[in-house]
């Protein structure tokens, strides 16, 4: 019997967009994402087999040719790579100093952009996300009214925000009531 | 709402972020199972409610994720100290000299 | 009608704050016209409206006090529709639009007719403390009498009818400085911390900045009024980048580490409100610095009847005319202990309006004030006092006497009597900072003492008088400079700051808390009865416990209490102030999280397929699951015995996408999980899985699952769907504190895959043409066994395990695949007649089995030698958490509740969860309990009601004939084992 037809790809975020002159929320293509827990020793091995120097101060990120790396503690990092949507970026031997798990379907993601971004992300994250207390490149994880996310300043008026993708009616939902308030 | 200076993420962050894990520096036996009867409820189950300083264990929950130890007023609510989990408790001279 | 010659009060030649266009509006039912701008206090003042509602306990007619938020007597009811109402509104506050509803409060049938003014006579009754007193027995009048009564009595104003439609914001914000108060003092500082560059919020309750400079227009800064020095002010703050202004804005709040929240009332005052802003927004600021500009609060005199519509504050009297202009009164009496209420009566003899008199409770006053008073033709009487009024809608004359004078009285006609005993500096804001307010005997007021966060206060509110004064006072406190600027004033308003109190409470009502009916009398009898401090006084009297908290009332309460006490008002002590400075909708707390927002319902990569499906949810946790799958005319129970019939029979493919699964990796995964879960993990080959128990250290369950080992390194470890979150915590918790040692790390990956699981002895035939790099064979592929393969050509961990009992199969593929993989699954299954099952079934089928839920089964103090599962707990180990726990005395002790069977012994009769059991049901009540039902469930493949049990000794009581009684029968149940079916488990290996 002939094998079934290769399943497709569909994010929870897909066709979500927004935009009202103030702040835009567009979904972020799928992407290959996982999770790096590594001592010091592993995160160097690590990024040197990605092509990416692993931040190592709080908030910190890393990127380069559509990857990215962002520090989520002391031993964790969330890599994104947007460009190859579906490899797997766990590498294929095991190493005594790092955990690399796939969570490219995890997570999924919005752009939230213009000039109204922050106050649309300010309406539930208690974080001052002003240019120079959270400048662009900073990444944190933190709440979103009652989800966690992980936030990414990616330009000036630009965050991309991850979340776990069973949130995302009440992400989506939470982004358009708080971007009706944005404007002021 | 509080302000948590975490350790690991060296800023203050809401405390929305975090979670209190109860008191800090209670040690678990690695030979836990030839506990007395009493050590064991001494340490498990009995914990101080003081009005005053307390050693206890926050975990930066929707942050870095850390557990770290925090030394809190109960009265003001103010955090006179955190440091990371593992080093040692802050001597009373030590406790002494932050509530000034 | 001709609505202008309707406001006969309205002064042309004043009111700062009003336009020219007329706005409708109605009060009980009427129509009247104010001027936009107008306050619906100002708006009724200019119509002569004085009555504006009745008082809380005594219904007594009551006109409006204040101009500001501390009014405690107008309070209204201000609606758009039965939807849109809001009670207890100060009518000193709402600002009047095009169609507003204003209705009184308190009264039946009508404001002037109010049959519960008969609680007025009944006064005795409702002296200090007769909540206390009163309400004590007999116990039944609780409820036919008090209650109702009380009921009524509380019920100021009307909650909607209807669900709130409007939208409220919320917003986190961060600034250097945050000002608290736009008057004079928080202009200056704001433009300070400005100039220099600091980020700055300024906010104020009023529509408008400026704070007393609009209500006192003589006032001259360097030649400017302070209408147009504050509007100078504003322009430059609007013009800056780092300012933002926020007007109807009030600090209702001050919280640790300079959090501070404020109130913005959007829309409030709109007629027709744009769609897109929200009612309210709630700000949640974080500030460097704080700069408390409060103001000062005016108070009123203590005198018998001092609370007839048209007796209101000097100050407000003021502001009225300056602000809005309104006159009072025709023909306005004055009492006062202090001077800032002869700038009033000046202001009004300006106007025209007759000062017949002013009683200045004092011995003396200024040689100045008497020469001006002495030029408009005022006549002032010092040392006296009022001591009788009359009038019962409104206030038409007022009895004086001198203080000395035991005899003879002088009697004035009056249309108003505005009074004023002195100024109290607000330290609400200072005291939620936790700051203890000193007092100053000089001045014989409150004052703000050290600060204990980052915060300074200004102003009058620091005590501080002159104007000039306050230009360096708050520049400074920023680390500005400023010059004195030159003020010219007809009363200076240093000497009308202080606070002084009088009180002349000789007969009658005294009223000192006018919102809670609270008179010097109530304050004198708690003294009398033994409330000695004023914290006491406070709960006995409710003085200062209204919404208004004692703004005008708590510093006469404490000046009456100390005096009889005969102590020093410090020593009496002072009441603590607390969040939120005025009353606050729930709609601004709540914010966005109402609806769908209140609280994420979280869904699964295959919940629309469900929805299609025409699935019945369930909530667990914050999940939405599929509990059945109805077909047309099923009810739940068809359904579900449909459904567990044709796993049994055929199969049945199931979302278990919920179920939590974390990832533990590492060189020092086995030891760790050796640590974690009470059973032994060394010898689990790669490819193979295992159930484990998780217990915390007191040797209770604390959640349970199936792990598969793929590697040596690398564990896919599944935890309930409602433990996911707090296991992963404890896990986290033992490798960063107990064991950090240990080179172990994990990963949530709940949402990472989408779980399908295909059960029933059709689940080979459906699932095995869909996967490759794996043999799925019997044989091959036994029980217990994961392999990383692909399914439907994507990377899929296919488990070979079984929560039905039957031949099962777990398929696991990356969730953004997971409905398009469940549709080929399912297109395979439902010609081979499988069905969809739910939570309903795969209950059911479990329990039939004997498998417990954590959380259903067991409580938090179930062992796993309870539940039955003692061989799942390793003996050889040295440590697991929960090691230690499980030897305590009392865990190991005969009589504990054991995890057992029952069937009733009418198969039909199914128990009710919950259910106590007793071994014997003729013994009185109480009678004693051995036991209570967890799981309870009609098997339909059995064809009998099966249930599960926590008894004691319940191993030794097999076959024992117990009872569940129930309010209309007693069940006859007999104990068994846990697994109803297929005991010997063949079914699995099929």
């Known amino acids: ?184 | 709402m509080l302000l948590i200076n975490c350790p690991y993420c060296e800023d203050d962050r809401p405390e929305l972020e975090f979670a209190n894990a109860g008191e800090a520096h209670i040690h678990r036996p690695k030979d836990m199972a030839d506990m007395s009867d009493e050590a064991f409820e001494a340490m498990f189950f009995i914990r101080d409610n003081p009005k005053g300083v307390i050693l206890e264990r926050w975990r930066h929950a929707h942050g870095c994720g850390r557990f770290f130890n925090a030394v809190r007023h109960t009265v003001s609510d103010k955090f006179l100290k955190t440091y990371m989990a593992g080093e040692p408790r802050p001597s009373d001279d030590e406790i002494t000299e932050l509530m000034k | 009608m001709n609505s202008t010659s309707q406001q006969a009060f309205r002064v042309k030649a004043r009111g700062s704050r009003i336009g020219a266009r007329s706005v409708s509006f109605t009060f009980d039912g009427k129509t009247f016209e104010g001027l936009e701008g107008d306050t619906l206090a100002s708006a009724l003042l200019a119509n002569g409206v004085h009555l504006m509602g009745r008082s809380f306990k005594y219904h007594r007619p009551r006109g409006v006090l204040a101009a500001g938020v501390e009014e405690p007597n107008a309070l209204m009811q201000i609606s758009r529709d039965n939807s849109k109402t809001t009670p207890n509104v100060r009518a000193s506050v709402q600002e009047i639009y095009d169609g507003m509803k204003a209705q009184s409060q308190n009264r039946y049938p009508s404001l002037n007719f109010d049959i519960g003014a008969v609680n007025n006579l009944l006064s005795p009754v409702f002296v200090a403390g007769f909540y206390y007193k009163t309400f004590k027995w007999p116990a039944v009048a609780w409820d036919k009498l008090y209650e109702p009564f009380i009921r009524r009595a509380a019920g100021l104003g009307e909650a909607p009818t209807e669900q709130d439609p409007d939208r409220y914001a919320n917003r986190f914000a961060h600034c250097d400085v945050l000002v608290a108060g736009g008057g004079a003092a928080g202009l200056i500082a704001a433009k300070a911390a400005a100039d220099k560059g600091k980020s700055v919020i300024l906010c104020d309750e009023n529509p408008e900045f400026g704070g007393w400079l609009l209500s006192d227009t003589d006032i001259r800064i360097d030649g400017q009024t302070g209408e147009e020095w504050s509007a100078e002010m504003v322009r430059q703050l609007l013009a800056m980048d780092n300012v933002r202004l926020l007007a109807r804005t009030t600090c209702v709040g001050y919280f640790q580490q300079n959090m501070v929240v404020l109130n913005e009332r959007v829309t409030e005052h709109l007629s027709r409100p744009n769609v897109e802003l929200p009612r309210e927004r709630m700000w949640q600021v974080r500030a460097g610095k704080v700069v408390i500009a409060q103001g000062a609060i005016e108070r009123h005199m203590v005198f018998p009847d001092n609370d007839r519509p048209g007796i209101m504050l000097a100050g407000a009297a003021q502001t009225y005319l300056n602000k809005y202009g309104v006159a009072v009164g025709a023909n306005v009496g004055v009492y006062t202990a202090c001077d800032s209420a002869y700038a009033a009566a000046f202001d009004l003899a300006e106007e025209g309006v007759t000062i017949p008199v002013v009683i200045d409770h004092r011995d003396q006053v200024s040689d100045d004030i008497r020469a001006q008073a002495k030029e408009f033709g005022i006549k002032v009487i010092t040392g006296a006092h009022v001591y009788c009024t009359t009038g019962k809608l409104r206030v038409n004359s007022m009895s004086i006497r001198h203080h000395k004078a035991s005899s003879g009285s002088e009697d004035f006609e009056i249309d108003a009597l505005i009074t004023c005993s002195g100024w109290t500096p607000s330290l609400h804001l200072y005291s939620q900072s936790r700051g203890k307010p000193q007092w100053d005997e000089a001045t014989r007021r409150f004052l703000p003492g050290e600060s204990p966060q980052e915060c300074v206060s200004i102003g009058s509110c620091n005590g501080t008088d002159e104007l000039a004064d306050i230009f360096v006072e708050a520049a400074e406190a920023v680390g500005g400079k400023a010059q004195k600027p030159k003020i010219e004033d007809d009363v200076p308003t240093s000497s009308g700051m202080v606070g002084a109190t009088g009180t002349s409470a000789d007969k009658g009502k005294a009223f000192v808390d006018f919102q809670n009916d609270v008179t010097a009398k109530d304050i004198a009898l708690a003294v009398r009865e033994g409330m000695h401090s004023i914290e006491h006084v406070k709960r006995y009297t409710t003085n200062g416990m209204a919404t208004d908290q004692g703004k005008l009332s708590n510093m006469h309460g404490l000046a009456i209490a100390a005096k009889l006490l005969d102590k020093p008002i410090p020593q009496v002590g002072l009441t603590t102030f607390r969040a939120p400075y005025t009353p606050t909708t729930f709609g601004s707390f709540v914010g966005h999280a109402r609806g769908a927002l209140f609280d994420p319902t979280r869904k699964t990569p295959i919940h629309e397929w469900a929805v299609e499906q025409g699935a019945e949810f369930e909530p667990v946790s914050l999940w939405n699951r599929a509990r059945y799958f109805p077909k047309a005319g099923e009810t739940m129970d068809d359904a579900v015995d449909r459904e567990c019939q044709t796993v049994r029979k055929t199969a049945g493919v199931f979302d278990a996408s919920t179920l939590g699964k974390i990832e533990v990796v590492g060189p020092d995964a086995a030891a760790f999980m050796n640590i974690m879960y009470t059973n032994g993990w060394d010898k689990l080959r790669p490819g193979r899985a295992k159930y484990g128990i998780m217990c915390r250290d007191d040797g209770f369950i604390y959640d349970d699952g199936v792990v598969g080992k793929l590697s040596s390194t690398r564990f896919h470890v599944t935890t309930t769907t409602g433990g996911a979150a707090r296991v992963l915590n404890m896990m986290e918790d033992f490798t960063q504190t107990e064991f950090p040692e240990m080179k172990v790390w994990l990963t949530s990956t709940t949402e990472q895959w989408a779980t399908i699981a295909v059960q029933g002895p059709k689940a080979r035939e459906i699932v095995e043409p869909l996967v490759s790099g794996v043999n799925i064979a019997n044989e091959k592929f036994p029980h217990m066994s994961v392999a990383e393969c692909q399914v439907c050509g994507v990377p899929a961990r296919l488990f070979r395990i079984s929560f039905t009992g039957e031949l099962g199969f777990e398929i696991n593929v990356p969730a953004d695949y997971g409905r398009a993989v469940w549709e080929a699954v399912w297109a395979r299954a439902e010609p081979l007649g499988a069905c969809a099952y739910g939570t309903e079934a795969m209950h059911v089928m479990r329990a039939e089995k004997g498998f417990i839920i954590v959380g259903q089964d067991t409580d938090g103090t179930v062992t796993p030698h309870d539940a039955g599962l003692s061989w799942a707990v390793a003996k050889s180990k040295p440590d697991f958490v929960g090691k230690r726990g499980l030897q305590r005395p009392d865990l190991i002790a005969k009589g504990r509740r054991q995890l057992i069977g029952l069937k009733t012994k009418d198969p039909k009769k199914v128990l009710q969860e919950g259910a106590q059991i007793v071994a014997d049901p003729e013994q009185s009540i109480p009678m004693k309990m051995v036991g209570f039902v967890t799981s309870s469930y009609w098997s339909g493949t059995l064809d009998q009601s099966i249930a599960m049990a926590m008894l004691e000794d319940g191993n030794a009581r097999m076959g024992e004939t117990l009872y569940v009684p129930m309010p209309d029968e007693t069940i006859e149940v007999e104990v068994t084992g846990t697994v109803f079916y297929d005991p010997k488990g063949e079914r699995l290996h099929g």
Not at chain 1, 8 to 17: A, F
Not at chain 1, 44 to 60: Q, V
Not at chain 1, 61 to 66: F, M, P, Y
Not at chain 1, 105 to 126: K, V
């Open chain 1, 1 to 184: 019997m002939a094998k079934p037809a290769i399943a497709l790809r569909h994010t929870p975020t897909e066709g979500h967009n927004f935009a009202n002159g103030v702040v835009s929320v567009s979904t972020a293509a799928p992407a290959s994402r996982i999770s790096l827990r590594a001592t010091p020793l592993g995160a160097n091995s690590f990024g040197k087999s990605l092509g990416l120097d692993l931040p190592k101060k709080p908030s910190g990120s890393a990127a380069k040719g559509g990857k990215f790396a962002l520090w989520l503690g002391p031993d964790e990092w969330l890599i994104i790579d947007e460009k190859n949507q579906d490899i797997s970026l766990v590498p294929k031997t095991a190493s005594t100093q790092l955990s690399a798990v796939d969570i490219s379907h995890r997570n999924a993601a919005y752009f939230i952009s213009g000039n109204g971004a922050e106050n649309t992300l300010n309406a539930a994250c208690p974080r001052n996300l002003s240019l120079s207390e959270f400048p662009v490149g900073s990444a944190t994880r933190t709440i979103f009214g009652k989800a966690e996310v992980v936030l990414y300043r990616t330009q000036n008026n630009t965050f991309r925000m991850e979340f776990w993708r069973s949130f995302t009616p009440y992400v989506w939902g939470l982004l358009l009531d708080a971007a009706r308030d944005s404007n002021n």
